[in-house]
């Protein structure tokens, strides 16, 4: 897994890469709890992860739900196909806010 | 059985990248479609994480994965040599609720068709198995 920050005109945007799983997922968490408390919009592109599983979701759902106490936006952007698939069987892909790219993310 | 896989792995999270592939793998050569082939990796992934966390407690162990066809039915089974787990406290969380932790049970259940701790071999602490129909070929 690989977790890469950029800031995008005060948005910052996370490019995860790889398999997120229970080696790797206390990382992202760190990364993303870490990023949350710096309270600006942040894009999760989730456009190269090849695998992700309870624990790197949980790791979203955490970040998610502290974005949300603060008012903050956290979006995942131009998720692809097997990560989909895992928020879609936790029914979660109706719950976080999905982009269909990272630009589309960032706009207003 | 007639076991397409049989391999013994050290219940480590460093490991499970080698589970994985070798789980697709093992599917993949099955017949299953791809879709399918990534569900059942995701199923034994997340069993063998409640090996590690909840079985082993995160100490040292194996974790034994056999696979193999079934009548169309695609069995996996995951042998530990941890103590036996209670049952009765494995079970899914509630969707309802949006928090962290708790999914992995539910992607086990929502995913394989038929789950169930065996009696274990002789030495073994637990033996699940997961079955999924995946078609009527022998």
Not at chain 1, 1 to 16: A, H, K, P, S
Not at chain 2, 47 to 75: F, K, P, T, W
């Amino acid at each position: 897994m690989i977790v890469e920050t950029r800031d995008v005109d005060g948005t910052t945007v996370v490019l995860l890469s790889g398999d997120v799983d229970l080696q790797h997922s206390p990382r992202l968490r760190k990364t993303l709890m870490e990023l949350m408390f710096d309270r600006r919009p942040v894009v999760i592109d989730m456009s190269a992860v090849s695998y992700i599983d309870s624990s790197g979701i949980a790791s979203l759902v955490e970040a998610y739900q502290m974005a949300r106490r603060n008012s903050g936006r956290f979006t995942l952007a131009s998720v692809s196909p097997p990560a989909l698939r895992v928020l879609q069987l936790a029914r979660l892909d109706k719950v976080f806010t999905i982009a269909p790219t990272v630009e589309a993310a960032i706009l207003p | 059985m007639n076991a397409a896989l049989d391999a013994r792995y050290p219940a480590r999270p460093e490991r499970l990248q080698e589970i994985r592939r070798a789980v697709a793998e093992t599917a993949g050569r099955m017949g299953c479609a791809d879709s399918v082939v990534s569900d059942v990796v995701l199923a034994v992934d997340e069993a063998c994480q409640n090996i590690i966390r909840h079985a082993y407690h995160g100490s040292d162990g194996d974790i034994v994965v056999q696979m193999g066809r079934e009548s169309g039915r695609l069995v996996v089974r995951l042998i530990d040599f941890a103590p036996p787990v209670d049952v009765a406290k494995i079970c899914p969380r509630a969707l309802d609720e949006v928090r962290p932790g708790g999914l992995g049970t539910h992607f086990i259940r929502s995913i394989m068709d038929e789950i169930a701790f065996l009696p274990p071999p002789a030495g073994a602490g637990n033996l699940l198995q997961m079955v999924k129909r995946i078609g009527s070929e022998p």
